[in-house]
């Protein structure tokens, strides 16, 4: 085979299929949503009928958070035993409909970050189980954030049910989705080789939604508190291995992120290209074009920082690709999702910040979406890892270390 | 202009024009001419040791270019060269070299590791390329890696690929070692993608043989917001002949190159043509600068040098030229990748070991994320780069992408070799250790224009 960084021609159709999707679908309710937090966006149902159906018909491989699975699917090898399969599919879809409009994009039924965390590490039977359902992701606590092996939730055993207890906030589609996946510790003297993941079917008696947040952005996006009180779910519903292996520590859990990670890349990518391609056309009305030949130092001012972000665009663009890649063909990806991740939340807010600004007035006001793209941007340096997090990994994995020398 | 404004301090010794004197000023100004008289040294009042050396100085040569050999005139004029083909299109994301490029990649990154970066300190300092890493870089073929394998080459498709990841390779050892020894292959490579059938077999042959010229792409010119695709060097048509006026300024080997590429603008339409060294009316000075060094970097000057018709390499609707300074800004990333990685391997281990406040420095996140920025940000360079190379060697537009990569690889790589420095303090900033050199060389990225292409 031979390098080459060109989006994979197999999933042309799919992008622009997602393309005229965001385009004519999300684009024309995304401020409307933006205005009515907490409303439910009603249109996303037939969109998501729509998205079911091409999964039936097998003309959508893998397009949204559900497609991300490293299962054994046969592996089709596209040329020379490289294969451009479900992982790019997915990062390159979620960029596109993220161009349309990311919080609508993460209140898409059945296309939820707890529907990748089921993909991850569901064994078959689970996978199958709970194939079609629309699956929120708990783990952030009130006490507890980037520090996710420190989580109080706990589920004990008892009988053929798990009993879980404690307080989840920030659960993106937490009101929506029928089902949640939950963090919760079997032992907390255990650490984090005893954090499992569990899934609670909405309606399971003692779980409950308390309240949905108001945000900065994402506001098509219902963010809730769920509470569990003595919630009761069959042991089945544990993802994975019931077994504590300190040995193997939190790797378990923590893989679910090597798989979300590009994901939420791929909604930076999409929300800065956003941003980008609507600032260049305004410029180019105003007169400034960017000339990729001429040294930016003899362009307008505006035209090199135009230069200077389609640059930094590009590298996440490309990072996200590289990590899909990687998932896609099987490698271990941790360090090249927390790079991808990590340049794809910066960007974003850089890009989507720096926008607003050249745009002056137009920018910052409502009648154009330069401003609303700048508030949903920060939540993706923010959630499935922070800027700081990503930075710790990548650190930690360059410079071999461990967490306890590397704090 | 008034006699004050004569004696004025602007515009020598990196002052701005409008720096003025004052009477202190003039006094000063006074003491220091006497300090620099011989007199006071006759008279025994200054320690000879204050004989401050520059080896290689602006004024440490000027002479006229190198006398050599004559190019054998061969093969038609006007008949058009062997073209290689261009790399498959696949269609898929893949980051895997091809088998050909990865043995490639292989053998320079242990020639970058045992002949080129033991040298690299030395050649920095001598401006010059010893010769164990010349004879080690042509026995490796990297005269020929562009070269079509008709004429004696070693290249089947489009080599853009190819040469990216040898100049990154290559680059890993000694930036400035790297141009040296990339240098002549990139003339030879731009032979083989515009040369006539004569041109071709009139200088091809000489990068396959055993004494491989030196050769350079001369692009830059020595003016601020220089644009390289508007040279003020001129050619004009007089007859059968051109005539080319202007000044070349950062061209590698200059001193020793037998064969120059150079940029002009012909009729306001910039063209590459093809100026033996031993032309008249050329000449040569040192041009040492802040790094990449060991190419021997000189200043160019060309008085009416007269060269024949059929010099002109490539199309003259500035189609070559442009391709030409895209090619050789690609070139550029790949020397700054290769670069940012010697940098992010040396500090690696460094912070792992050096220990402050009773523990290794690597345990705190303010150093430790510094790493984690130098592989984030050079991978992203990485990548930008190889979609630029792909795209080339494919034979699709890569105008925009070389841009990015470029933009993103003159930022980034300068922040490494900064970061570098800063990761490694006091360590950092003196010659026991390599990250110096580094700083100095990638300043070059954003700077350079010709030289070396791929």
New interface residues.
Partial sequence: ??????????FRPLVSQAHQVAMNMLRPISRKYDRAEHEYPKELDMLAAMIDGLSESGANEGAGAAGVRRGEDGAKK??GG?K?GAN?ASVMSIAEMCWGDVGLLLSMPRQGLGNSAIASVANDEQAERFAGVWAGMAITEPGTGSDSANITTTAVLDGDEYVLNGEKIYVTAGDRADHIVVWATLDRSLGRAAIKSFVVPKGTPGMRVDRLEHKLGIKASDTATIIFENCRVPKENLLGSPEIDTKQGFAGAMATFDNTRPLVAAMAVGCARAALDLTRSLLADAGVTVD???????QHAAAAKL??M???W???H??M??AA?MADNRRPNSL?AS?AK??AGRVGSDITLSCVELCGSVGYSEAELLEKWARDSKILDIFEGTQ?IQ??I???R????SSA??? | MSLIQKLGPGGRHGLATQESRDPIGYAVAALNRVAQSDLIDRLGLRRTAEQTVFTVTRTGFRTATAAGRSFQRAGQRGKPGVRVPS????????????ED?QMLVDVVTELAEEVVRPAAAEADECCTVPDSVRSAAQEVGLPLLGVPESLGGISEERSA?AGTLVAEALAKGDMGLAVATLAPGSVATALGLWGTDEQQRTYLPAFAGEDVPAAALALNEPTV?????VPSTTAVRRGDSYVLNGTKSLVPLGAEAELFVVGASLDGTPVLFLVESSTAGLTVEGDPGMGVRAAGLTRLELTDVTVPAEAVLGATDGTTY?EC??LSRLAWCALAVGTGQAV?DYV?PY??EREAFGE?I??R?SV??M???I???L???R??T??A???AA?GKEF???????R??CA?KGMQIGLDGVQVLGGHGFVKEHPVERWYRDLRAVGVMEGSVLV
Avoid: C
């Fill in positions: 085979m031979a390098i080459s960084l060109e989006d994979p021609k197999k596209d040329d490289v451009n790019l990729h030949d001429r040294p930016a130092h003899l230069l200077q389609e640059a930094d590009e590298a996440a490309l990072l690709l590289q890649w090249e790079m990590a340049k700081q930075q710790l990548v650190a930690r360059v410079l071999g270390l020398e590397l704090k | 790399a498959p299109r696949t269609g898929v994301f893949d980051l895997t070299p091809t490029e690929m917001l220089f644009d390289v695709l442009t300074v895209r992010l690696t912070v792992k290794p690597a345990h996140q430790a994320f790493v984690a920025n592989a984030i940000e991978q992203a360079m990548l930008l190889y979609k190379a792909a795209r494919a105008g925009r992408e070389v841009g990015l990569a933009n993103l930022a």
